[in-house]
């Protein structure tokens, strides 16, 4: 089972929208009580927590009891997430089997709030209806957006397929001038849309020289408009991907670009190359995929990402010279074997390779993950 929220907007009409809010006020008060105490006890336990604070926090906020109880598991679930807390705003809430429902005939959910149950009219489209047929939610979350829009995140669980084991793998490469290579020789041309980042990025920086208020808010709108687009095409280029492997039946390999700032960054860089590497764009864009692939039954594989972009395809030789490649450019060009190819091409023909190691450890010559780099790389430093 794979979970995914399903972003529905909510027609709120106007005199409910102080009782939301209300209830949003309630719950970031009880989130900011629950951490004071969970703090000076050094208490992360939810079941301690609940018993220190449940009494307390119901009564100073006139919150249901459910509340309480989210309230208490947000605050644990924040702390467990990102270490330092800072003081919770009243923007969104959790909803539990007994605070929600959702009404599949009538397109409508059931939020209790403080003052009681209240039914809200989603407004949303084919793509969410599609998503929700047929399934009994039991999780979700209410948000306010700075718009002040209410939204409801509704938590469902699609089956995913068993994941097969496969022989075959697609490496992709995540470049900078194609967004994606796969090593079916597939490309997402990052051009059109590396224009569009430079231009708004070139016009975020003629804002922000003047730090007037109201450009603060424009250069916000902005990164909002083109976040919005970058997340589009990631939904896009992922679905093509595991499209690709499903029909296939082949495996997804990626390269592991945990670290990839910090090796990115080793070589000085221009700015603008600097921007290029330093966005979240390539984490998004494999998130989707993994998602995607996990419902599709497709598998996915990570594989270091030292040299992939050095070694040639054909024979796994990379250059003897320490700083040098056989990469240059656009082109490969192997000064063992005289393999020449797209360079983009080449590296994920190689992560595919290492993809394949990791996948089938009984391929001749490898025999496990780390027999597989090693037999990978080193022999252009013997051979070579
Ligand atoms: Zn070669």
Same mark, same amino acid.
């Not at 209240?118 to 948000?143: C, D, M, R, W």
């Not at 992939?308 to 054909?314: D, G, I, K």
């Not at 010279?321 to 590296?347: L, M, P, Q, T, W």
């Given at each position: 089972?794979?979970?995914?929220? &399903? ?36 208490? +992360? ?11 307390? &926090? /119901?009564? !100073? ?13 947000? &605050? ?85 397929? #068993? ?5 075959? &793998? ?6 900078? @001038? ?9 490309? +997402? ?9 430079? @231009?708004? *990025?070139?016009? /975020? ?8 208020? !109201? ?11 083109? !976040? @919005? ?8 280029? !992922? ?11 082949? $495996?997804? $390999?990626?390269? %592991? ?12 860089? *221009?700015?603008?190359? @600097?921007? /290029? ?21 497709? #598998? ?43 360079? %983009? ?7 595919? $390779? ?6 089938? #450890? ?9 027999? *597989? ?12």
């Amino acid at each position: 089972m794979q979970t995914i929220s &399903v972003k529905c907007k909510l027609q709120v009409p106007v005199e409910l929208r102080q009782e939301i809010d209300r209830t949003l006020r309630g719950f970031a008060d009880a989130c900011n009580q629950i951490y004071e105490v969970a703090t000076a006890e050094n208490c +992360w336990n939810t079941t301690k927590l609940h018993h220190l604070v449940y009494k307390a &926090v /119901r009564a !100073s906020t006139g919150l249901k009891a459910n509340h309480v109880c989210q309230a208490i598991r947000r &605050v644990i679930g924040n702390v467990k997430a990102v270490k330092q807390v800072h003081k919770f705003r009243p923007t969104s809430i959790n909803l539990d089997i007994r605070t929600f429902q959702y009404i599949e005939e009538l397109q409508t959910v059931g939020i209790t709030l403080m003052c009681g149950r209240v039914k809200f009219k989603l407004s949303i489209g084919n793509y969410q209806l599609a998503l929700l047929k047929g399934q009994n939610p039991t999780a979700a979350t209410l948000n306010k957006t700075k718009q002040g829009d209410y939204y409801i995140n509704i938590c469902v669980y699609l089956p995913t397929e #068993p994941t097969g084991r496969t022989p075959k &793998v697609i490496g992709v490469d995540l470049g900078r @001038r194609d967004i994606a290579t796969t090593s079916t020789g597939k490309a +997402w041309n990052g051009k059109q849309i590396q224009n569009v980042r430079d @231009r708004y *990025s070139k016009v /975020r920086a003629n804002i922000q020289r003047k730090r007037t208020r !109201s450009a603060r808010r424009l250069t916000r709108r902005l990164s909002g408009r083109e !976040s @919005r687009f970058q997340k589009w095409l990631n939904h896009n280029i !992922s679905k093509q991907l595991v499209r690709e492997a499903k029909q296939f039946n082949a $495996a997804l $390999a990626f390269e %592991d670009l945990t670290n990839i700032r910090e090796s990115l960054n080793q070589k000085p860089r *221009s700015k603008t190359e @600097r921007r /290029r590497t330093n966005n979240w764009a390539f984490y998004q864009l494999r998130m989707f995929t993994q998602y995607k692939a996990n419902i599709a039954g497709v #598998p996915i594989v990570f594989v270091p990402p030292a040299y992939t972009s050095q070694t040639c395809s054909r024979c796994y030789h990379f250059h003897p010279v320490k700083g040098k490649s056989y990469r240059n450019g656009k082109i490969f060009k192997c000064g063992h074997c005289g393999f020449e190819h797209d360079a %983009d091409i080449n590296a994920a023909n190689v992560i595919a $390779a290492l993809g394949a190691s990791v996948i089938s #450890p009984e391929s001749p010559g490898m025999t496990c993950q780390l027999e *597989s780099q090693l037999s990978l790389f080193p022999t252009s430093q013997i051979c070579g």
